[in-house]
């Protein structure tokens, strides 16, 4: 029971042009959202985050999108670098809950120069 | 940079053998999670200790898997009993407080852990 999707294993995008990642949910109890970047061998690092009470959160050139009525939020990152190539994981959890969160299965970045 | 630190960064273990991975949180923080990831996979909660307490364990398969966060020293994953599928990369996070939209999780580089 997956409760938090990314249904693109990979996207690839020329640099200098927006990269969209996008993710469901299904567990409406979600009140927090984030957004992990992965370099190989590496731990997640923190990116941006949303709580439910926004729709948008915007850090230099990543903005995070909520859209709560259809569980759905996406990072969008522009312009997009080759440093951003990396494996990105959205994450969610409940404000009752702690930091437990629950991870998508992670899309991999690909920005081509 | 005192941030998450885990170790070792890779362990290798015979079928049936013990395997220990530390994680000492960030300065200041005393809320420690424990996450794995599976090859292709993304990453799925296991526990979360405060020191000396297991908060919530729900993730952690109930037999040959225990942590602790004792007052003094890290937090320590044990897999009794190695199985293959254990192997993956398990990963610890701390944050400053339990709960709260300001608090993300830091991540260390995990621990990949490789049964023979």
């Known amino acids: 029971d997956q409760q938090v999707k990314q249904n693109s294993p990979s996207l690839s995008v020329q640099e200098g042009r927006i990269s969209i990642l996008n993710c469901d949910y299904t567990?409406?109890?979600?009140?927090?959202f984030l957004w992990y970047k992965k370099y190989p061998a590496e731990g997640p690092t923190f990116l941006i985050s949303?709580?439910?009470?926004?729709d948008k959160n915007e850090d230099g050139r990543f903005t995070v999108f909520l859209n709560k009525s259809a569980k759905h939020l996406s990072l969008h990152i522009v312009p997009s670098q080759p440093g951003d190539s990396a494996v990105y994981f959205c994450?969610?959890?409940?404000?009752?809950?702690?930091?437990?969160?629950?991870f998508g299965g992670g899309t991999r970045l690909m920005v081509k120069p | 940079n005192a941030g998450v630190m885990q170790n070792p960064r890779h362990l290798v273990r015979r079928r049936g053998q013990e395997a220990r991975l530390r994680c000492s949180p960030m300065k200041g923080h005393s809320h420690v999670y424990w996450y794995r990831q599976l090859p292709e996979e993304g990453l799925k909660f296991m526990v979360y200790?405060?020191?000396?307490?297991?908060?919530?364990e729900s993730g952690m398969p109930k037999e040959r898997f225990s942590a602790e966060f004792p007052k003094e020293g890290p937090s320590i994953l044990r897999i009794q009993q190695v199985v293959r599928g254990d192997s993956a990369a398990y990963f610890c996070?701390?944050?400053?407080?339990?709960?709260?939209?300001?608090?993300?999780?830091?991540f260390g580089n995990g621990t990949r852990l490789t049964v023979t």
């Open positions: 949303i709580s439910s009470i926004k």
């Open positions: 200790l405060q020191k000396e307490n297991i908060i919530d």
């Open positions: 996070a701390s944050s400053g407080q339990g709960a709260g939209y300001n608090s993300p999780l830091h």
């Open positions: 567990n409406s109890m979600f009140d927090y």
């Open positions: 994450a969610a959890s409940e404000g009752n809950a702690g930091n437990m969160l629950t």
